[in-house]
């Protein structure tokens, strides 16, 4: 599976999480950029490839090739060495996580392993195959860094308190880059992404959760919604535009950090009605706290609930980013907006679910 490609004057970019949402929407915006691709997966019984499975097939009709996919692991050194050694990439973009805030609870080893000690290993990678003059590394940091958030918005100056383990190896990931730019002048930048959807998100995060379940609802394959904290509000974007700023960063003259946002907040509730909204399907709201319900307004059915399960044991209830620095120096800019997002994905599940595949 894995390869080199030609020697022609292109750049490579080697991608780990390539098989995630942002690994996938970069890779082929950068095989857009006529970059040779390689993306790092981890070995498994089943296939889990299904985001780039595309770009995979097409590029196996064409000569020279693009794209190339690794096996390797985050928490494997040696793995991260070998494949840096063979492929010896101008741009590395690190976004293989255990990215599930929830989840991190649960598996707060691992996703540290993963996600902190992880990015030093990459870096050290770097290092070892003595690539620390030519590679140029981006960090996927995230907006729960802010966490219990100092001020609104949230910038580059703005203070972290994480509130997760997924966040607070985000934060180690974020320090180790900084002082590996500062250390050893690698061209090292964070890019500290607000939450961004698409309709490769996955199903358990709540954008998708909401999506997929209102397409459901909608063609009586289900009954009710289950919702943790409705008063949650986010700065939701599309993750098609941040892999745009991903790359950005990397093309500077000097490595710095930047927040990625679109600069406005919606809470889970709102993108709730808008999803309901986009089928026809008009979501009214009674109760609170716990016992609040969105009730269809034509029909009085319950259609959402919330469920203590789905809270997380400290909750973070807003991120609202300030990215003037990466309009600004960036010239970075977003395409689609909060209410196209939302209709964006529920048109997508609506596809999916018609197309016989509702559990892709």
Known sequence: MGSTGDSRNRKVALITGITGQDGAYLA??????NYEVHGIIRRSSSFNTGRVNHLYEADRKTNPRSFFLHYGDMTDSSSLIKIISKVSPDEVYNLAAQSHVKVSFELSEYTGEVVGLGTLRLLDAIRTCKMEKKVRFYQASSSELFGKVMRTPQDETTPFYPRSPYAVAKLYAYWIVVNYREAYGIFACNGILFNHESPHRGETFVTRKISRAVVRIKTGKQEVLELGNLNSERDWGFAGDYVRAMWLMLQQEKPEDFVIAS?????VREFTTL???HVGINIR????GMD??????DTNIVRVRVAERYFRPTEVDLLLGDCTKAREKLKWTQTVDFQSLVKIMVDADMKLLQSGHDFL
């Open 28 to 33: 082929e915006f950068l095989l857009s950029k």
């Open 263 to 267: 600069g406005e907040k919606h809470s």
């Open 275 to 277: 999803a309901f909204a």
């Open 285 to 288: 709201w009674e109760g609170t």
């Open 292 to 297: 609040e319900v969105g009730i269809d307004n």
